[in-house]
Antibody, heavy 117, light 110 residues
């Protein structure tokens, strides 16, 4: 299971840190992702992190503003979001990467981020 | 605009079959596996198909996937009202070094 938290209302230019608590599997063995869905839009991949945390990738719209990290000892995934913009308003999901290739086999229910003044 | 292209909507009567296409490029579908997801608003997306044509445990064989070149297709047979949802294709894109999704296809059961 995956459970996100940390969403909320934040002003443009502000910061927020999302968390994702993992349970029921060996968290340190899996690569992880953040995916978001803006109101009325489709799914958009945000970021990926390797199981060790040594490798990270980001979608162009969030590069330089968002940072993905993980704490394998605490079975937790994080997304630190800085310089937030109105277009970052979305439901943010954490998703587990498949073990054999890149697909997302376990998803959380999401946490909502609203960027507005 | 999404990197992968899907039709916005498809529809059919209960018991019928629908297919959803997903078109990409050599950077994504052409050289990587395709996955498919079902998403109902307010819920967690669900993996339906991975590695082009494999179904996770618990997904009925009414759902099928295929890939040819830079395109992929999701098929749903024996359509049920519970299948009404948004469906997304996904793949890893080597050029972007990230995952990409289609824009989503809304399935309506008439």
């Amino acid at each position: 299971q995956l459970m996100e938290s940390g969403g909320g209302l934040v002003q443009p230019g502000g910061s927020l840190r999302l968390s994702c608590a993992a349970s029921g599997f060996t968290f340190s063995s899996y690569e992880m992702n953040w995916v978001r869905q803006a109101p009325g839009k489709g799914l958009e991949w945000v970021s990926y992190i390797s199981n060790s945390g040594n490798s990270m990738y980001y979608a162009d719209p969030v590069k330089g503003r968002f940072a993905i990290s993980r704490d394998n000892a605490r079975n937790s995934l994080f997304l630190t979001m800085n310089s937030l913009r109105a277009e970052d308003t979305a439901i943010y999901y954490c998703a587990r990467d498949g073990q054999t290739s890149h697909y997302m086999d376990v998803w959380g229910k999401g946490t909502t981020v609203i960027v507005s003044s | 605009q999404s990197v992968l292209t899907q039709p916005p909507s498809v529809s059919a009567a209960p018991g019928q079959k629908v297919t959803i296409s997903c078109s990409g490029s050599s950077s994504n579908i052409g050289n990587n596996y395709v996955s498919w997801y079902q998403h109902l608003p307010g819920t967690a997306p669900k993996l339906l198909i991975f590695e082009n044509d494999k179904r996770p445990s618990g997904i009925p064989d009414r759902f099928s996937g295929s890939k040819s070149g830079t395109s992929a297709t999701l098929g749903i047979t024996g359509l049920q009202t519970g299948d009404e949802a948004d469906y997304y294709c996904g793949a890893w894109d080597r050029g972007l070094s990230g995952a990409v999704f289609g824009g989503g296809t809304k399935v309506t059961v008439l």
